[in-house]
């Protein structure tokens, strides 16, 4: 069972409009949650983060949502930029627990 | 600045052959783990290690090893090599394993088994 799900394989966003992407968990343990940009050929790099305590983090042109309510959690780039096109994956984690759960990602296509 | 390294880059193994997977990080970091990626899904935490000498088992530990004698060295060790084996290997390192804790990965080892 898949305790992260990120349900689009794919988004396409026109350059300098909104890029949402969103993932869906189901433990309600889940205390910290990631977001990880990867390019091909590459592993994956930290983008952003937020705790279960909060319901939104904010670095620059990202913005993470977390609706625990829903047991849902958006990333917003504003605005996108060619450089963003990659695959973007969410991460879940229990305080009590090292371990990463991650859904199988979403790739981004920003069109110039 | 080198971060978290791996080799080889790419590898082909027959079923039953047996390869070490090399990883090294050079941020002094206490904790390290193994994930593999299958095409089409998250990563999947293999062996994780919290210091020298001590590691333990993640999600998917059958049919691998680890061992941690160093900081530095975290290698993965498959013994009797499977199809189901072939996928995307990528280490990881972090300092503090907390929640907060941002985990640094290597540029992967892509593993086929024929």
């Known amino acids: 069972d898949q305790q992260v799900k990120q349900n689009s394989p794919s988004l396409s966003v026109q350059e300098g409009r909104i890029s949402i992407l969103n993932c869906d968990y189901t433990?309600?343990?889940?205390?910290?949650f990631l977001w990880y940009k990867k390019y091909p050929a590459e592993g994956p790099t930290f983008l952003i983060s937020i705790s279960s305590i909060k319901d939104k983090n904010e670095d620059g042109r990202f913005t993470v949502f977390l609706n625990k309510s829903a047991k849902h959690l958006s990333l917003h780039i504003v605005p996108s930029q060619p450089g963003d096109s990659a695959v973007y994956f969410c991460a879940a984690k229990d305080g009590s627990n090292y371990q990463l759960i991650w859904g199988a990602g979403t790739k981004l296509i920003i069109k110039p | 600045n080198a971060g978290v390294t791996q080799t080889p880059k790419f590898r082909i193994l027959k079923i039953g052959q047996s390869m070490t997977l090399q990883c090294t990080q050079d941020?002094?970091?206490?904790?390290m783990y193994w994930y593999r990626q299958d095409p089409g899904m998250g990563l999947k935490l293999i062996y994780y290690s919290v210091g020298a000498g001590i590691t333990d088992k993640g999600e998917v530990p059958n049919g691998y090893n680890v061992s941690r004698s160093t900081t530095e060295d975290f290698p993965l060790r498959l013994e009797l090599a499977a199809p189901s084996q072939t996928s995307v290997y990528f280490c990881?390192?972090?300092?503090?394993?907390?929640?907060?804790?941002?985990?640094?990965f290597g540029p992967g080892t892509r593993l086929t088994v024929l």
């Open positions: 433990n309600s343990m889940f205390d910290y």
């Open positions: 941020m002094n970091h206490n904790y």
């Open positions: 990881a390192s972090s300092s503090q394993g907390g929640a907060a804790d941002t985990q640094y």
